[in-house]
């Protein structure tokens, strides 16, 4: 969520070099997302499976078409083909929609930040944490520890709606209070694009990352319209 109060100037923020602090943090981040690729403790009946071949499911679109270069579907270790198919897209789902809000929120604060405090007792606002990855070492660690708690609890709370015709993903939540849970044209094209920006999003943070890195800025691509 984004809360857009005023729009202070933009300062842009140098990285000469990344703290240990945030290396730590940036560990610890990829150690619990290696939690999604664990085996889930329970398992999965076949009833309970989409029977479609992996080939014909939502996301095999041109012109990549079908990509499983390692046959993970066939000898992945979450048991027959439609239980790895579940397992993969569901990692791939949950990891595009976080993609698709880090994109979204890094592209917001690059030009409006909100001008609370983020810690009263520190004295620091939500407009002194630079954008990107600088920010993971201005951020206190009482607030990496709230938001762990918050998506640990998220993890094991909210489950998935389970049977044969419930895509990977599906919450039983509906999509934006509409309930699309008929297999109709507009679901299975609903699910196509979220899945599609969802890999685009991955490769966009990730981009983003690599040229802040590179550049000690962000959007240094468009430093000189800044």
Do not use: C
């Not at 993609?99 to 979204?104: G, I, R, S, W």
């Amino acid at each position: 969520f984004f809360v857009v109060a005023n729009f202070p100037p933009k300062t842009t923020v140098y990285i000469d070099k990344y703290p240990i602090t945030m290396k730590l943090a940036i560990i610890s981040t990829l150690a619990a997302s290696t939690a999604a690729f664990a085996p889930s403790s329970s398992v999965l009946s076949k009833s309970a499976l989409s029977v479609k071949p992996a080939n014909k499911e939502v996301g095999v679109l041109p012109p990549i078409g079908f990509f499983d270069p390692l046959d993970l579907i066939n000898n992945g270790p979450y048991g027959s083909p439609e239980e790895n198919f579940k397992h993969y897209r569901g990692v791939e789902v949950k990891h595009g929609r976080i993609a698709m809000a880090a994109t979204l929120g890094t592209i917001v604060q690059e030009t409006t930040q909100y001008q609370g405090f983020l810690s009263p007792s520190e004295g620091l606002k939500f407009s002194d944490v630079p954008n990107g990855l600088a920010a993971l070492d201005v951020v206190p660690l009482a607030g990496w520890v709230q938001i762990a708690l918050l998506i640990g609890a998220h993890e094991v709370l909210v489950k998935e709606v389970q049977g044969v015709d419930k895509a990977p993903g599906n919450f039983g939540t509906g999509y934006l209070g509409f309930t699309l849970d008929d297999q109709s044209a507009a679901q299975l094209r609903g699910l196509n694009v979220e899945i599609q920006n969802g890999r685009l999003a991955m490769l966009g943070i990730l981009g983003m990352w690599a040229s802040e890195i590179i550049h000690k800025t962000t959007f240094w691509e468009f430093s000189s319209f800044k």
